[in-house]
């Protein structure tokens, strides 16, 4: 089976060849093959040379088209800190009043910001891979774009102090995040992979995200579908059992889950999607070969049975971690 052929045929609840594996591998491909964070983030043709290289090295199946989180943020005028070899981060936001929002245009995809090179690294993926191995391009969820933009903090205090307001922001975002998805796709991203990491209960009580984000994402991923993704894939960081079982009705069929979420509990509270996810993001750093073998090969025995299931980490792989680390998730699932 091709690596895409394999993730499909798992997600939609076929047999395969073997568990795909889908870890999150993003800045860590640019430090194993010799650059640094701030070309990587910088660069479409660095993206992709250095997504295309550590598939080899790795053998998983997936490529991400990600830069880093600021990528909206910063399209739409917040300014970053740029550091040598590091991930940027926002030095100051766009906005110091909610109703400025007004005065921030529809981004254009093709000119502002670095959203060009996120689209040039899908083209120069799909051009390599064709269908061969599933393509997921990173957008951020309205309520993390939102929060980038005026501060998590006050955007907290005025979900309160001004609810009006912040859906407004919010609508602004939603039409942000959906449209970015949309020329993600149309560059060649089979799907866009939705990260937000402030929907976690973590950050915001679960009521908020009920009411501000759910329906958005429900929007998004109706429209992601029709314009023919297969895979409506979110990520959210931490503790997100008091959400998982709204995931599906959300439109949700693959989340990745962070190593504080049980795969067992997981597959209890939703049984109708797929998820992704749970080993120790870490331990790919202070861990063996051999330790991530027997993580991998524990996640693959809880999840037997009891629903559908791709090997992947709970978050990130950090950047510091080594290719034969991330390399024994692979040869776990091939002699499992």
């Not at 209890?268 to 749970?278: D, K, P, R, V, Y």
Request: net charge negative; aromatic share 8%; with cysteine.
């Amino acid at each position: 089976m091709t690596s895409y052929e394999r993730f499909m045929a798992v997600l939609e609840g076929g047999p395969a060849d073997r568990a795909p594996v889908a870890p999150a591998i993003f800045g860590v491909a640019a430090r194993l093959n010799g650059y640094k964070l701030s070309e990587y983030v910088t660069s479409g043709k660095v993206i992709a040379e250095t997504q295309l290289k550590a598939r080899e090295q790795i053998g998983h199946d997936v490529l991400f088209a990600f830069a880093d989180l600021s990528v909206e943020a910063e399209a739409l005028g917040c300014i970053l800190d740029y550091e040598n070899d590091a991930y940027p981060s926002i030095r100051r936001y766009v906005l110091d009043d909610i109703n400025e929002i007004d005065n921030i245009g529809p981004p254009d995809f093709s000119k502002n910001g670095r959203f060009p090179v996120v689209l040039e690294a899908c083209s120069r993926m799909r051009e390599a891979e064709g269908n061969n191995c599933l393509i997921a391009a990173c957008v951020m969820g309205p309520l993390s774009i939102a929060s980038q933009l005026i501060g998590l903090e006050k955007l907290l205090y005025l979900t309160v102090d001004n609810p009006e307001g912040v859906e407004h922001l919010l609508d602004f975002t939603e039409d942000v995040a959906l449209r970015y998805g949309k020329a993600l796709m149309l560059a060649g991203a089979h799907c866009p992979f939705i990260f937000d990491p402030v929907a976690s209960p973590v950050v915001i009580p679960s009521s908020l995200f009920l009411r501000y984000e759910a329906p958005r994402l429900k929007r998004i991923y109706d429209a992601f579908r029709a314009e023919g993704s297969r895979v409506s894939w979110i990520s959210i960081a931490g503790a997100t059992q008091r959400i998982i079982p709204h995931f599906s009705e959300i439109g949700i069929n693959l989340a990745t889950i962070d190593y504080v979420v049980p795969i067992t509990e997981a597959f209890e509270l939703e049984s109708n999607i797929a998820f992704n996810g749970n080993l120790k993001p870490y331990s790919f750093v202070s861990g063996t070969a051999g330790t991530i073998r027997e993580e991998v090969k524990s996640c693959v025995r809880e999840a037997r049975g009891k629903g559908r299931y791709i090997v992947g980490s709970g978050c990130e792989i950090p950047v510091e971690s080594n290719s034969e680390n991330i390399r024994a998730i692979v040869e776990a699932v091939e002699h499992a």
